[in-house]
């Protein structure tokens, strides 16, 4: 299995990318779980990954916390989307396994300095704080990551926490700079394929008819996760942002994009966070991520629901 440390701050649809990845040790062997605020602050988002981590009965796998505060402004927070706990919906109960003492940032530097080059990969679904941390206090790391595969940025699809920025990015540009500069090879989720994965009514009832904990905690999730994107956008459900992360490890195929540059604006007021993607080609930068544009969305919410059915 392809070996992947997960860096979030759960949120529902980063519990739903985290419950794929654990239904899947075939193909994924998750080193451990990064926590890192951003959907809401530090202390919530580790205790929704040791929720899920016990929803899904792994209490094996290590979750870190990591940094409390992007690199260089206030942490921005969404609980207008997620609610108040960061996984509001599903009544879950208090995690009773231990946060690891270790720091996120020591366990990303140690796990990618003892496994063999190129053989980990990194999948941040939260602002790259922790990412761009560790890349900045152990650079002998950086050539050591296989690849990165992260939920952010947007192009056709704009905003979604300013009308140029998406949330992860916008939250903690400068570190998504360190990381889209970093030279690792990237591919990039952005709104423009995650907004076409929607929990529509007859998924969400395919989560339930599952029938098991899993299914029924996770159609909660989006029951509760949708009642943003429906009222504000008209969106006919909860957009899975996160989960394209980990449906990509499965079958890339789902997907498809464009090598292309994308540099992340961190110094206009009105633009800050955005991703300019170069998708026409229009600059000789240098390619530096494979920018997903499209899904098959019913192929990706087959597999997510086979899986899930699994837990
Ligand atoms: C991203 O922001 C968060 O609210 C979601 O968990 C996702 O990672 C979408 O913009
Ligand atoms: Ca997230």
Same mark, same amino acid.
């Given at each position: 299995?392809?070996?992947?440390? @997960?860096d ?10 985290? %419950?794929?990845? +654990?239904?899947?040790?075939? *193909?994924?062997e ?12 530090l ?30 402004? $206030? ?9 108040k706990t ?7 109960? $208090?995690?009773q ?25 990194l999948?941040p &679904? ?12 152990a ?7 296989? *690849? ?6 947007? !192009?056709?699809?704009?905003?979604? @926490?300013?009308?140029?920025a998406?949330?992860? @990015?916008?939250? $903690?540009?400068?570190?998504?700079? @360190? ?46 996760? *949708?009642r943003?994107?429906?009222?504000? !956008?008209?969106s006919?459900?909860?957009? %899975?942002?996160d989960?394209?992360?980990?449906? !990509?490890? +499965?079958?890339?195929? &789902? ?7 994308? *540099?992340?604006?961190?110094?206009s ?6 991703t300019?993607?170069d998708?026409?080609r ?20 087959? +597999? ?8």
């Amino acid at each position: 299995p392809r070996q992947i440390i @997960i860096d979030t701050d759960p949120g529902q649809d980063d519990a739903v990318a985290i %419950l794929l990845a +654990l239904a899947s040790p075939d *193909e994924i062997e998750v080193l451990g779980i990064t926590c890192v605020a951003g959907n809401v602050p530090l202390d919530l988002t580790a205790r929704n990954a040791r929720i899920v981590c016990e929803l899904a009965n792994r209490t094996d796998i290590g979750v870190f916390a990591g940094c409390d505060r992007p690199l260089g402004r $206030d942490l921005v927070t969404a609980e207008h989307v997620h609610g108040k706990t960061g996984l509001d919906g599903p009544d879950l109960p $208090d995690p009773q396994m231990p946060l690891q003492e270790a720091h996120a940032v020591d366990f990303i530097i140690d796990t990618l300095r003892s496994a063999p080059e190129k053989s980990v990969t990194l999948c941040p &679904l939260g602002p790259l704080t922790n990412i761009a941390t560790a890349f900045e206090k152990a650079p002998d790391i950086v050539g050591r990551v296989q *690849e990165i595969v992260l939920m952010g940025g947007g !192009y056709f699809e704009g905003g979604n @926490i300013t009308p140029a920025a998406e949330f992860n @990015i916008y939250v $903690d540009p400068q570190a998504a700079d @360190i990381v889209f500069r970093s030279g690792v090879p990237l591919v990039v989720m952005p709104l423009d394929v995650t907004h076409k994965a929607l929990v529509t009514k007859p998924r969400n009832d395919a989560f339930r008819a599952l029938n098991s904990k899993v299914g029924v905690a996770v159609a909660q999730m989006t029951d509760f996760f *949708e009642r943003f994107d429906k009222e504000k !956008y008209g969106s006919e459900g909860a957009p %899975l942002h996160d989960p394209c992360v980990t449906a !990509y490890l +499965l079958n890339p195929d &789902l997907f498809t994009g464009r090598h292309i540059n994308v *540099e992340i604006e961190t110094r206009s007021d009105l633009t800050l966070g955005m991703t300019v993607a170069d998708w026409w080609r229009v600059t000789d930068r240098a390619p530096n991520a494979l920018f997903m544009g499209d899904i098959d969305a019913d192929g990706f919410f087959d +597999l997510l629901t086979e899986r899930l059915g699994r837990l």
